[in-house]
């Protein structure tokens, strides 16, 4: 069992910056994928970037050289650092676990970003 807690979303102007982090509890952290998602208001959740245990990351075409994604494995935590956020970005960010030995997944309660001027 794994949980995870988002923290760091929150109103940013155009242009601007926020890194947002989730806190996994549980022993099991290390193994597994740990991914950003978003979903804006009436569109469906889309994958903005992800890791592996082995640091491989994956971006969604549209967050490429704006996003950085990475982990502390030693404190059980994934960030996603945005930069040169459009409004476009706006919309409810979650943080998703994925174990590859069991295949379950896990969600955070997700949060909310939103880029306005």
């Known amino acids: 069992q794994v949980l995870l807690v988002e923290s760091g979303g929150g109103l940013v102007q155009p242009g601007g910056s926020l890194r947002l982090s989730c806190a996994a509890s549980?022993?099991?952290?290390?193994?597994?994928?740990m991914g950003w998602y978003r979903q804006a208001p009436g569109k469906q959740r889309e994958l903005v970037a992800k890791i592996t245990s082995g640091g491989r990351t994956v971006y969604a075409d549209s967050v490429k050289g704006r996003f950085t994604i990475s982990r502390d494995n030693a404190k059980n935590t994934v960030y996603l650092q945005m930069n040169s956020l459009k409004p476009e970005d706006t919309a409810v960010y979650s943080c998703?676990?994925?174990?590859?030995?069991?295949?379950?997944?896990?969600w955070g309660q997700g949060t909310q970003v939103t880029v306005s001027s």
């Open positions: 998703n676990a994925y174990n590859p030995f069991t295949q379950d997944d896990y």
């Open positions: 549980g022993s099991i952290f290390s193994i597994c994928v």
